[in-house]
C-alpha cells in the first residue's frame, strides 16, 4: 500500500528532469499520475525526454499514468489538460506545479515533425570545459518576451491550474498543492555587489519569486478546505537537462530522486502543520522544515 494510494495527481513540465522524477515518485507510492508537459518527441537532442516516455517507465513498474500534450502559454490548454486528467483519472486532490520556462526554443506543433528554428541570440551550448560562472541570461539580454513567458508558463499557469482543481479538493475534504520554486528567486540577494562571478536570472528567478508569494497566499485561503499549499525548492543544484543546458559546473550536487522523495512528503502534508512553507528538499527530508535561505 503507497502513501498515495487512490490519490490523483497533476504533474505539469513531466517529460524531463524533476518533473519526471515527480511523477514516478507519486506513481510508485499509489497516486494516479496526469503527465503533462509539451514534448512528445524530442526537438533537442539536449533536452531529452517525452510524455510518452514517462508514462512508460511508470506503467512498467506497476504504476498508473496518462500523457497530456498542454502549453502552458495556452489558456485553452490549461483548461483541456484539467479536464481530459479529470476525465481520465477522476477528480484531483494533488497538483504539482513544476513547468518552467529554461531553455529557449519551443517542441513542433503535433503532427508537424519538424524542429523549431533557433529564436535569434540562443546561446550556445556550455561545452563541459567551460569556466564556473554560469552562462545564464542577464537582465540586459532578456527580452521583455521572454520575460513575460517565465511569468505566463510559472506563476500565472500555477494560479489558473490551482483554481481549476481546488474544487475537486473541496469535494473530498483534502488536498495538496506543490510549486517547485528555485535558489534563483533569492539571486542576486541585497546588494552592493562585491562579487560578480555568478549570474541571475531576472525572468526565471522573478517568477519563482511571485510563485512562493502565491504559495502563502494559497495557503492562508486554502488552509480550513483541508489543502496544503507549498512550496519546494532544492537545496543544492540538481543536474537536470534544463541546468545542463546552460551550466556543467557545480561543486556539489542533489539527486532527483530525493527531490521526488521530499514531494511525497509535502503531497502527505497535514494542512494543521505543514502549510504556506518554502523550504528547501533536504530540510523535508530530514524534517527540519526550515524556511529555505539561499
Not at 137 to 164: D, V, W
Request: charged share 20%; aromatic share 6%; with cysteine.
Amino acid at each position: 500500500m503507497g502513501t498515495l494510494d487512490g490519490r490523483v495527481a497533476v504533474v505539469t513540465g513531466a517529460s524531463r528532469g524533476l518533473g519526471k522524477a515527480i511523477a514516478k515518485g507519486l506513481a510508485a507510492e499509489g497516486a494516479a499520475v496526469a503527465v503533462v508537459a509539451r514534448t512528445e518527441q524530442v526537438w533537442d537532442d539536449r533536452l531529452p525526454g517525452t510524455i510518452g516516455e514517462t508514462v512508460a517507465e511508470i506503467e512498467a513498474a506497476g504504476g498508473t499514468a496518462f500523457a497530456i500534450r498542454a502549453d502552458l502559454l495556452d489558456r485553452a490548454d490549461r483548461v483541456r489538460l484539467v479536464d481530459e486528467a479529470r476525465a481520465a483519472l477522476g477528480p484531483i486532490t494533488l497538483l504539482v506545479n513544476n513547468a518552467a520556462f529554461t531553455a529557449p526554443g519551443r517542441p513542433p506543433a503535433p503532427g508537424s515533425g519538424a524542429r523549431p528554428p533557433k529564436p535569434p541570440g540562443t546561446p550556445p551550448a556550455v561545452p563541459t570545459t567551460s569556466p564556473p560562472k554560469a552562462n545564464w541570461p542577464t537582465f540586459l539580454s532578456t527580452p521583455l518576451g521572454a520575460y513575460e513567458r517565465h511569468f505566463t508558463i510559472g506563476p500565472l499557469a500555477a494560479y489558473e491550474l490551482m483554481q481549476m482543481v481546488v474544487p475537486d479538493m473541496v469535494d473530498a475534504g483534502y488536498g495538496a498543492i506543490v510549486n517547485i520554486t528555485s535558489g534563483a528567486s533569492r539571486m542576486p540577494g541585497d546588494g552592493p555587489f562585491p562579487d560578480r562571478s555568478s549570474g541571475v536570472l531576472a525572468g526565471y528567478g522573478g517568477s519563482k519569486a511571485a510563485l512562493e508569494h502565491l504559495t502563502r497566499c494559497a495557503a492562508y485561503d486554502l488552509v480550513d478546505a483541508g489543502i496544503a499549499v507549498n512550496a519546494l525548492s532544492p537545496s543544492k543544484a540538481i543536474l537536470t537537462p534544463g541546468v545542463q543546458y546552460y551550466s556543467k559546473v557545480f561543486e556539489d550536487v542533489g539527486s532527483d530522486e530525493d527531490f521526488a522523495a521530499a514531494v511525497v512528503v509535502l503531497a502527505n502534508a497535514d494542512p494543521d502543520v505543514i502549510t504556506g512553507k518554502v523550504v528547501g528538499h533536504l530540510d523535508v527530508l530530514d524534517g527540519s522544515f526550515r524556511p529555505y535561505v539561499y
